[in-house]
């Protein structure tokens, strides 16, 4: 028979980890996210725009930065393990939203 403690703290354990790892993940998917809102809800006015392009291309490439860091930070294999793969989806979701953007902002 397992004893019981044994169970409970590694459950603990886990569990604290679960929230040192989300924290900052979390916080990236929501400078992410606030960057792809920013670059899709203001964009430029029109062809004439300049600073428009820049601020809207801007904010797609800190989305797409941002993405790539919560990225490689859910792919070492201690997180991934932790944390688990669905944790991949908010930052490949939001650096595609990005990357289309750019492409159509032309």
Same mark, same amino acid.
């Given at each position: 028979?397992?004893?019981?403690?044994?169970? #409970?703290?590694?459950?603990?354990?886990?569990?604290?980890?679960?929230?040192? %790892?989300?924290?900052?993940?979390? !916080?990236?998917? %929501?400078?992410?996210? /606030?960057?792809?809102?920013?670059?899709?809800?203001?964009? =430029? !006015?029109?062809?004439?725009?300049?600073?428009?392009?820049?601020?809207? #291309?801007?904010?797609? $490439?800190? /989305? *797409?930065?941002?993405?790539?860091?919560? *990225? $490689? *930070? #859910?792919?070492? =294999? =201690?997180? +991934? +393990?932790?944390?688990? !793969?669905?944790?991949?989806?908010?930052?490949?979701?939001?650096?595609?939203?990005?990357?289309?953007? *750019?492409? #159509? !902002?032309?």
């Amino acid at each position: 028979m397992t004893d019981r403690s044994e169970n #409970t703290g590694t459950s603990k354990k886990r569990r604290w980890v679960r929230w040192v %790892l989300g924290v900052p993940l979390g !916080l990236l998917h %929501l400078l992410s996210a /606030a960057a792809v809102y920013s670059a899709l809800r203001y964009g =430029p !006015l029109n062809q004439w725009d300049d600073q428009g392009h820049a601020g809207t #291309t801007a904010m797609a $490439l800190f /989305a *797409i930065i941002f993405s790539v860091i919560a *990225i $490689l *930070i #859910t792919l070492i =294999p =201690p997180v +991934r +393990r932790t944390m688990g !793969l669905w944790w991949l989806v908010p930052p490949v979701v939001l650096g595609v939203i990005a990357w289309v953007r *750019i492409a #159509t !902002l032309g």
